[in-house]
């Protein structure tokens, strides 16, 4: 049931970020190197940026048992 409230939720775990419905990375890199929006959707189609730091990372997290 949606009841239409947000929840932001900013986070470095990989299993929360899996569990997201919608994610936003920033980056590209870390600190004065960050700060721009990198990725905006799904979790799986982070998997899939590889140019992503997350996304390499999400994907090795998906993966494994």
Do not use: K, W
């Amino acid at each position: 049931m949606e009841s239409g409230y947000t929840v932001m939720c900013i986070d470095h775990n990989l299993a929360v970020i899996a569990h997201a419905d919608h994610v936003i990375d920033l980056g590209p890199g870390a600190g004065s190197a960050g700060g721009q929006v990198v990725f905006s959707g799904t979790p799986a189609a982070l998997a899939e940026r590889r140019s992503s730091v997350t996304g390499r990372f999400l994907a090795d997290a998906l993966v494994s048992p």
